[in-house]
């Protein structure tokens, strides 16, 4: 399915070197030196590849499939068919994952554009003021504004642009086409093409003559290991910081105001938007499209339906959707009445 | 209205020729050989233009337009005011597009973004080992990474990026600031700006100490005659690949995850989100702002109201609408039942 | 808070003269000449500072502030601590942003991405036809298209793309990475990085064999003091012209469909979508993630509250909300109905 252009891969890899790779035993009937070339969906799998069952979903697909071996749950394991290896696992995505990695090294963080030399190019804009480490790649187009700071393992890809006076880290990846301003980011961060990080938040006193721009005068934090997807936008603080904590992973075109502090290990999905001033606490989770209000505080552990509107304070570890988001069995109750008030009335 | 800096109009052309190009039949005391301007919409058409009436909400216009000519249906023939030329078509605003492209044969395809020259800018970033035919054009800035190849007749626009190895088909458009990596993309396709395409898909191993990045090995196929709206972005598939079906028009700032399959001659408007591994069958659309929920299936030629969110298979043809959505007649009894309880309770 | 790096900070105002720039009569006890050295937020600042009070649910805060001084309204100059010295002013927030803007005078206008030089980078883009009136800063990697006009004191930042034939007025900032085409902006206009504006409208005639692309032969215009959020898009009209009414303010990632008119004074909050043909009268105000649907009017003065969808006309002054959206007293109404009766049901 993977198109050797992309990505190189490793040959093949031995059974029992997989199964140690992921802490799982090797039923007694398996051929250790059996070798796997590659992983696969359930659903395409072939003899020679390795496939794994998360979702349930799929069980139908696991009952007939044509891999030589399969990740999955304890409660599964009968039902891998006859001459398919079961390799048994608490964790069948995590395993997945690890041996996809093993396979496709260099696909844990995103290539260069233009090619794999590394090196700054000719074609780079480099302002003389800038600081950059030994080891930075800075891709043809791409510009590093004054007294701005790259750490070494950096990768700035074509046509990014980092502002004046940010700092990025070491052995991270700004992606095409970001730009970053009045930004400071850690190490190991992945912005992906596209992000705009560090422009003015949207302050405005507003009145019936027209509306009166509000400086803004804070910076954009990301801390270590954050993740961003692409086109997505973060307002540097009015008056204070916008903070992405560590380990925080980002979905493509999501929207975070000014003074938003998101906690660390927090995951949000494509399209949410976060308004200014408000906060989530550490390992957060919100579903797609949703919103949520300015000036709340989502707490610790908490995890949000998608396409859900949070416009209160949300408690720690609670698990909540609707618009507005309520306790989630407080929403299902509403939507199922709803449904039989109609059903009654027609 | 339109500025003719912007686009060649071709100076005029006589109402003969465009019933004929139409496929309308000219009534009896118009005179064929009168010369039409440009097109122009009802309400600010003035003589010497054509115009058109296709949203019944339109109609006082034009018992009023001053236009000399109007396309639409037969039945507002008699509503077309005396000494205007009624053109009756089946389908008024197909007609209006056709005699539009007439005028402005330019405009049926972007223009390039620096100048109309064409040919590969020397300010242009070429890697040496990338494939380019005859006949391409790449502007300034826009760079084409290892082992990249572009079709001929394709504008690549202002400081795009094509990373390595992508491949791009014949006669397609580019936007500036478009940025694809691990994508091919096949003949006469056209990506407004800042489309990214291909970039990670949102996978992770989540856990309580934090979530491990799920290397994401597939690609994005973009087939032939696909239009994609500017910042919209496409993740390239975990272990499979995320497609586009051939003749897809997808509007601006849509999000498409990991693994989805868009079918054929489907329509996306702004701000949808497709969550990842979902399947839309052939013909299937979708209105603004709506999402569809990951691992499901939208059946063929079915029809989502905007601001909708799709939770469940969705049969063939069928009209869904609400969140989350349900057959639009189910979904219109639920709003005026709740409306009506409202009612009565205040 | 702030970083020194970032803006360069006026060394410190007297607080007489600070409440003489907002209007504010000194108390008695206090000592105009008093330095002040910066503003910060009520819960971080410290002594030597200036804050304000605005949301009342900061009330707690001011009673324990460290600042030196506060701004805030009439009835909570008693809860201001002893040793602070209270300015009572009708707006605080209008009277913060003037102070703000008195301390970073800089902070008012986004800075070039590159550096503080201003003229014409030697690795801009600039086609020969173009026209640059005398103190236009181009930065690297920015294009000047054919036959495009950009007004003195205007900034282009880095990779922007001024298409062919645009023309930009004077004293505006063009954000990195933006892509204009089709496009004529007025005076004073902020747009952030990754606008995109003037790309073609979402127009097809659709058909059960394929989707016919409608020429897209309007502008955008963007009319004086009109500010737009970072990666937002706005589509050129089909027929007729996209319209940004002067002094409007739009937040990141809305997007504005072909032949919208939106008036002036209007305020539109992140990822708002606007369908095509659709008015917006002068002053209205529409929150975050809300849509409009086609070819409707939302009279002057309305208020759409967030996440909320306008399906029909909106009468000038209404204050509306909800899907589809409604005035909001009866949404308001509908939402706890609808609460009361899941209570009952269980």
Redesign the interface.
């Known amino acids: ?3 050797p ?3 190189t891969k490793i040959e093949s890899l031995s059974l029992g070197h997989l199964a140690e790779l992921v802490d799982a035993q090797l039923p007694d009937n398996a051929d250790g030196s059996m070798l796997i070339d590659t ?3 359930i659903n ?1 799998a072939a003899s020679g590849q390795i496939t794994f069952l998360d ?1 349930p ?1 799929y069980v139908a697909d696991l009952e007939k499939t044509e891999a030589s071996a399969v990740l999955c749950a304890k409660r599964y394991v009968d039902k891998v068919p006859d001459g398919v290896v079961a390799l048994e696992v608490k ?1 069948p ?2 395993a ?3 041996i ?2 093993a396979f ?1 090294p260099e ?2 963080k ?7 030399q590394g090196g700054i ?1 000719q ?1 780079a ?1 480099i ?1 003389p ?1 800038a600081k950059i480490e030994a080891g930075v790649c800075v ?3 791409a ?1 590093v ?3 701005a700071e790259i750490g070494s393992g950096t990768t700035v ?3 990014a ?1 980092i ?3 940010v700092r990025v880290g070491r052995d991270c990846h700004i ?3 970001c ?1 970053l ?2 930004t ?1 980011v850690g190490d190991r961060v ?1 912005l ?3 992000v ?1 990080s560090g ?2 938040g ?7 003559t ?10 954009v934090i990301i801390q270590d ?1 954050v ?1 961003i ?3 997505s ?1 973060i ?1 540097r ?5 916008t903070i992405i904590g560590e ?1 925080t ?1 980002i ?3 999501v ?1 975070i ?1 000014h ?1 938003v502090e998101v906690g660390r ?1 927090c ?1 949000l ?3 949410v ?1 976060l ?1 200014g001033s408000s906060t989530l606490q550490d ?1 957060v ?1 919100i579903g ?2 949703s ?1 949520v ?1 300015g ?1 709340i505080t989502v707490g610790m552990g908490a995890q949000i339906a ?2 859900s ?1 949070v416009k209160d304070d949300v408690p720690a570890g609670g698990r909540y959707g609707g ?2 988001a309520k306790p989630v069995k ?1 929403w299902f ?11 009654k ?2």
Chains 1, 2, 3 share one sequence.
Not at 110 to 116: G, Q, R
Not at 210 to 219: A, L, N, T, Y
Not at 335 to 340: E, Q, R, T
């Open positions: 399915m993977t198109d252009v992309f990505f992983v696969a969906p395409a979702n979903k964790n995505y995590l997945f994952s690890q996809s990695a496709y696909a844990l995103p290539l260069a554009y233009f090619d794999s190019s074609a804009h302002h003021s891709e043809p187009g510009s504004g004054a007294l890809g074509v046509n642009v502002g004046q006076g992606g095409a086409n730009v301003q009045h400071l992945i992906h093409p596209g705009c422009q003015d949207f302050g405005f006193s507003m009145s019936a027209g509306h009166q721009k509000v400086p803004q005068i804070g910076r290991n993740e997807g692409a086109n936008t307002d603080g009015a008056n204070r910081d380990g992973k979905d493509n075109q929207q105001g003074n290990h995951v999905v494509s399209q938007g308004s390992f989770a797609g499209q919103g209000a000036h998608a396409v509107v618009v507005p407080q109750r509403e939507m199922s009445a709803l449904k039989k008030l109609a059903e009335k027609s």
